[in-house]
């Protein structure tokens, strides 16, 4: 079983930034791929950006070169920096884990360990 804390969000103006952290529980992380995505009212979840067990990383087009995801072994945590924070960068974000021994850059499904978000308010 694992357990998945974020914290790091909150109220931020245009050209911000904020850092996500998500802190992990459980025996796999540093074996694992991880991601966070975020979800906005009324619009589909969405993928912004994966890391590797090696630290291979990707974001999605809609927030590269401002966001970068990270992760520290050590502490069994990941972070998603988010710089230049635009209004539509508004939404839930939430860490997600496998479920399993995944450590490539993947998808990830219901059937995953999900937090329990953390939200992002970018005013104009």
């Known amino acids: 079983q694992v357990q998945l804390v974020e914290s790091g969000g909150g109220l931020v103006q245009t050209g911000g930034a904020l850092r996500l952290s998500c802190a992990a529980s459980g025996r796999n992380f540093s074996i694992n791929a991880m991601a966070w995505y975020r979800q906005a009212p009324g619009k589909e979840r969405q993928l912004v950006a994966a890391?590797?067990?090696?630290?291979?990383?990707y974001c999605a087009d809609s927030v590269k070169g401002r966001f970068t995801i990270s992760r520290d072994n050590a502490k069994n945590t990941l972070y998603l920096q988010m710089n230049s924070l635009k209004p539509e960068d508004t939404a839930m974000y939430y860490c997600?884990?496998?479920?399993?021994?995944?450590?490539?850059?993947?998808?990830?499904?219901?059937?995953?360990?999900w937090g329990q978000g953390t939200q992002v308010t970018v005013s104009s």
């Open positions: 890391i590797s067990s090696g630290g291979g990383t």
């Open positions: 997600v884990a496998p479920k399993g021994v995944r450590p490539e850059l993947t998808w990830f499904s219901d059937t995953d360990y």
